[in-house]
């Protein structure tokens, strides 16, 4: 089968495309025939081995699965002996390492059935960004009817959903975005838009109940400010710090000074779960999110997707077709 695989850790220069073995799903596990793969910062930082932390995982002085990708959405080819939940031809989307390929494996408890009203590259551009979005707004960080949420990144594939749920849950939702994305925040439920180029997020008297940043580039002080006194920080994945740990120094210092403060300051790190796939495909059926895609790329274009996401700002979800 064809695959992009990567022999260690670097710069989308060292995805190739080649010819590989099909992979054997495990007795948890499906094959997938992957019709559409998603691209994000997982991928990027699964492709550079950063945060240096993340290697002790990931492989230490290189990957230890060699194809890239992590959303999949597809049929399913084969299923192993312990899944009663799916079959062969099913559709399905959800987490499946080594997406970027033809056949990836898949615990049947990270897939969900697709969205019927969605295609497979609509379908993929839920997964990781729509669970991630879906996990930062829940519990303390869920926004009641009429309070301000603000949402850092709100162009971005994680971002937009935010902004969107939150809208759903019947808050007024600021996104924060660069100069050319505030008609699409605004498409996606926005009620005021700050052009980070322009603004800061504590200028003018307005504080939030909830922040999102997806950013990370803010210090946690800056984020404080904007924040009402009880309200609630989530800080999203580990993008910005240092080379070693990223930006989860900066979540870890929430997390350790929430306690002692009167805000809820969390650090979120994305777990897939069935159940959450599943709420997204029922809000996706019901037309209450919808998943915007940036661009669309085939396959063996994959450096190219890799590319455009560290330097494009894209609108949505970068999607690779297979």
């Known amino acids: 089968m064809k695959a992009i695989v990567q022999d260690a850790y670097g710069s989308a220069d060292l ?4 010819d590989i073995d099909r992979p054997v799903p495990g007795d948890d596990e499906v094959l997938v025939e992957v019709r559409a793969a998603g691209v994000g910062p997982e991928v990027w930082h699964l492709m550079t081995g950063r945060p240096y932390v993340a290697r002790v995982a990931l492989g230490l002085r290189k990957p230890k699965n060699p194809v890239r990708g992590w959303d999949g959405a597809g049929r399913v080819e084969a299923v192993g002996a312990k899944v009663i939940e799916f079959k062969p031809g099913d559709e399905v989307f959800g987490n499946c390492e080594g997406s970027f390929a033809q056949y990836a494996r898949a615990k049947a408890a990270k897939i969900a059935p697709k969205p019927a009203n969605l295609t497979f590259e609509q379908a993929v551009a839920l997964p990781v960004s729509g669970m991630t ?3 930062a707004l829940s519990g303390k960080g869920r926004p009641r009817p009429g309070q301000k949420v603000l949402v850092i990144g709100a162009s971005g594939g994680v971002g ?3 902004v969107q749920l939150a809208a759903m849950y019947g808050a007024e939702v600021t996104g924060v975005c660069g100069p050319t994305g505030a008609d699409f925040v605004r498409s996606q ?5 700050i052009d980070y180029t322009r603004e800061d997020i504590t200028d003018g008297p307005h504080r939030y109940d909830v922040i ?3 950013a990370g580039l803010r210090p946690l002080p800056v984020l404080r400010r904007a924040l009402t006194p009880r309200g609630t920080l989530v800080i999203v994945g580990g993008e910005g710090g240092t080379s070693f740990f990223g930006g989860m120094s900066r979540g870890l210092r929430a997390v350790t000074l929430s ?4 805000q809820n300051l969390r650090n979120l790190i994305s777990v897939a779960r069935r159940e959450d796939l599943l709420t997204l495909k029922d809000l996706a059926e019901q037309d209450r999110i919808t998943p915007p895609i940036d661009r669309t790329y085939p396959l063996a274009e994959a450096a190219d997707a ?6 494009g700002h894209p609108r949505g979800k ?3 077709t297979v």
């Open 15 to 18: 995805l190739e495309l080649r």
């Open 212 to 214: 999102v940043d997806n």
């Open 133 to 135: 979005a879906l996990q």
């Open 306 to 311: 890799l590319r455009h996401l560290e330097k």
């Open 189 to 193: 439920g926005a009620s005021h838009v």
């Open 259 to 262: 306690p002692f403060v009167g």
């Open 160 to 162: 937009c959903y935010a």
């Open 318 to 320: 970068i999607v690779l």
